[in-house]
């Protein structure tokens, strides 16, 4: 399976402020998502990240507060916009190396709290 | 609409015990089903999936899943726990074939009591 990492694995931002969360594999992998894990909860998609066009979004989640980058077929990166409190989650990204019935893996997450 | 359901918020076994974690789903077309594992302040990790075959699925760490057509479940098995089991147990399925987007019940924590 893929090695995938996480940037930062962790980090307190203050209310108002942007972070942006990068998501590397060390091999090319053709589908990338980016999930939402608040606390004590389950797993919801926010967006399909697309290599060299915009992101699809789930429906709630929006560009302007998620926009989302994918450059090549190895990298993403996922920004929390004026961000709030309730932007506290662990943040997931995870890949599919082939087709879309393979395994998705996913990476450690980072975790974010918003003071 | 596609969805999972793990019945059970909490499972609680004594070690060596079998142990069943519950799921079932809701989908329109075939199933395609999945098992992970969250260990505390770490990513998921993948434990087994059915996509077609056989009936009983069998992954890591000794984990086993029965796919049940009829009762449209997928439950989690194993023929005898650890204490290092413990653990927060995701359900999911793929919401669309075109897609490949997952849809996760809302999770399982797994107390393996030695």
């Known amino acids: 399976s893929a090695v995938i990492s996480q940037k930062p694995s962790r980090d307190i931002c203050q209310r108002g402020t942007s972070l942006t969360i990068q998501c590397q594999v060390d091999s090319q992998v053709t589908m990338m998502f980016w999930y939402r894990q608040q606390p004590g909860q389950s797993l919801t998609l926010i967006a399909t990240?697309?290599?060299?066009?915009?992101?699809?979004?789930e429906s709630g989640f929006v560009i302007d507060k998620f926009p989302i980058s994918r450059p090549n077929l190895t990298f993403s990166t996922l920004t929390v916009s004026n961000m709030s409190p309730e932007d506290s989650s662990i943040y997931l990204c995870?890949?599919?190396?082939?087709?879309?019935?393979?395994?998705?893996?996913f990476g450690p997450g980072t975790r974010l709290l918003v003071l | 609409a596609q969805s999972v359901a793990q019945p059970e918020d909490q499972v609680n076994v004594a070690e060596g015990n079998p142990l069943t974690v519950k799921c079932t789903y809701s989908?329109?077309?075939?199933?395609?089903l999945f098992w992970y594992v969250q260990y505390p302040n770490r990513g998921l990790q993948f434990l087994l999936k059915?996509?077609?075959?056989?009936?009983l699925v069998k992954g890591s760490y000794g984990f086993e899943a029965e796919f049940n057509k009829s009762q449209t479940s997928f439950h989690l098995k194993k023929p005898s726990a650890l204490v290092s089991d413990s653990a927060l147990y995701f359900c999911?399925?793929?919401?669309?074939?075109?897609?490949?987007?997952?849809?996760f019940g809302q999770g399982t924590t797994l107390q393996v009591k030695p």
């Open positions: 995870s890949v599919v190396s082939t087709g879309v019935l393979e395994t998705q893996y």
């Open positions: 989908v329109s077309g075939n199933p395609y």
């Open positions: 999911a399925v793929i919401g669309s074939s075109n897609t490949g987007k997952l849809i």
């Open positions: 990240a697309n290599q060299g066009s915009e992101a699809t979004y």
């Open positions: 059915y996509i077609t075959g056989d009936n």
